[in-house]
């Protein structure tokens, strides 16, 4: 192990503040790709078990940052984005960047791909025929410049460290940590040049934090050290026990997003659209209070202009003008289709109390809609189409869910789908994902 990282785990060790040239020493090994992975991981390992202080946290973030390219914008131009700890069904960024654009928001998004059981944006995107989201930092500002948006992949121009202590936490049980996650999120969304950033720190079964404890924990974490970069800054922490909006697995995602995009689509989608589009507008200064944001939201996907911003979007990265037109009006003409649909009935009368949404994003993974090693390939087709959601009264016999599948279910897998399905004698209430805001 190198001196350096020798020191470093000393002082991580002992909880006193870590020297700063040490630190910016041991993020440049990591960013060239010259520090040995066993030190890096000696070193993660002792961050992951003893924490580190804030202060040492805003500066491995600000290091982080500074790895590799920054977009740099005007101070007076209105850049924004929001980041999601990951959900089943999360589809969001599809439908908030371009209503954001509508808006009069700049947003230059950089997105992952699918972790674990969560998806990732920019695998529902590839699902569009043409859509490339590897932009390199001067073709997304072209793109923000040209349109108000664009998202793309994260990459090895922005964030290099990132890259590698991410790849490397994934593999020694090291992702779980209040710093390291803080550092790899917020790094990445201040090398975006953003004047305003909500984080969706999602909280549940099916959300990485299970707890409101841990997901506040988080989220404070996240908000001190993204203002403490200047950057305008609220969290949402938000249930994720229930599956988001109807739609689950990437093609069927864009789908329920073109549905919202076009003034249609589950109310529940719209209304994190629209909480989250609307506290940006309001961090960014363009409305009196998140009410009017989130109403100025609305308007632009009722009145076509946040579809309008996505068919741009679509076009400035790569889908042909016929294939983007022709996915804002029959997105189903356009997209992947699975070779079989089962359906599944509720054997219960009443009304719907919850479904189980760990279980469908199992099964959605176990069927090529996620990964489970780095180089699996993904069926965009594979997912779900919900009929009915918590709150929703339902019949012995009637559909609750359509599974869109490529290869063959199994006997387990049928039987864990029909008992992800909880109903309730008496009326249930309808899902309500705020649970609370940390600023
Ligand atoms: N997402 C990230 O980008 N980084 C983390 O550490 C966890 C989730």
Known sequence: MSNLVERLCESINARTPLNQSDLQLLIDGVATRTLPIEAITQWL??????????????????GMMHSGAVLTWDTSRPIADKHSTGGVGDKMSLMLAPALAACGAEVPMLAGRGLGHTGGTIDKLEAIPGFNCGLTPEHMTTIVNQIGCCIAAQNEAIAPADGLLYAIRDVTNTVDSIPLITASIVSKKAAEGLQALVLDVKCGQAAFMKTESEATELAQSMVRVAQGLGIKTLAQITDMNQPIGTHIGNALEVIESVHVLNGNGPQDTINLVAMQGGALLWLLGRCENEEEGRRLIIESLNDGRAAKKFLQMCIAQGASQSVAEEL??????????????????????????????????QIAREHGAGRFAIEDEIDPAVGFILSAVKGDPIQSGQKWIEFHHNKPMNDTQ????????TVAATQTQPIERLIKVVQ
Do not use: Q
Request: aromatic content about 2%; charged content about 15%.
């Open 45 to 62: 390992k002792a961050v992951h078990t003893h924490g580190i202080s804030v202060a040492d946290t805003v500066a491995l973030t600000t």
């Open 328 to 361: 804002l009006h029959s997105p189903e003409n356009v997209l992947v289709k699975a070779s079989h649909i089962t359906e599944i009935e509720s054997s219960g009368n009443g009304w719907v109390e919850s479904i189980d949404s760990m279980v469908l994003a």
């Open 414 to 421: 049928r039987k864990n789908l029909t008992n992800a399905l």
